[in-house]
């Protein structure tokens, strides 16, 4: 079993997809080892995306991604993190296939409705950087 880190970003929660994207979650077969809702800081959404620091959008994503609540997760299944990314679709909403999490829920690419990591090196900072082991029993 793989885990990855997954985020209900602030434009899906405040449009009220929250319990959509979760439903959808449960039927793809994920487990959900952690959830909770969060209002970020910028520092706080600066330090989880420092990666890209250097990225000309950095200033709008940090600024979005602290704009309102989110819901951070853990989701855990076979190759959890390329499933949860198949799942979500495309960067950009636009290019993202018909089915998909940023197709039905996402704006564009600044407001794209969900997070997910792309490796098991970055699942493993971005899961610690929000949970203890403690709140993934
Ligand atoms: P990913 O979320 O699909 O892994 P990344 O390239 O890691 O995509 O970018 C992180 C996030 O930064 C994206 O989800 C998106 O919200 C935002 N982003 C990426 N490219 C742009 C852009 O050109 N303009 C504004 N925001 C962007
Ligand atoms: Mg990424």
Known sequence: ME???AIIKPDAFAAGNAGKILARIYEEGFTVKGLKKLYLSKVEAEGFYYVHKSKPFFDELTEFMSSGPCIVMVLEAEGAIA????????????KAEEGTLRRQFGTYVGEN??????APETAAFEI???FSGLELL
């Open 3 to 5: 885990q990855t880190f």
């Open 83 to 94: 499933q949860w990314r198949t799942l979500m679709g495309a960067t950009d909403p636009e």
């Open 128 to 130: 610690g950087y929000f």
């Open 113 to 118: 409705a969900t997070h997910g990591s792309d």
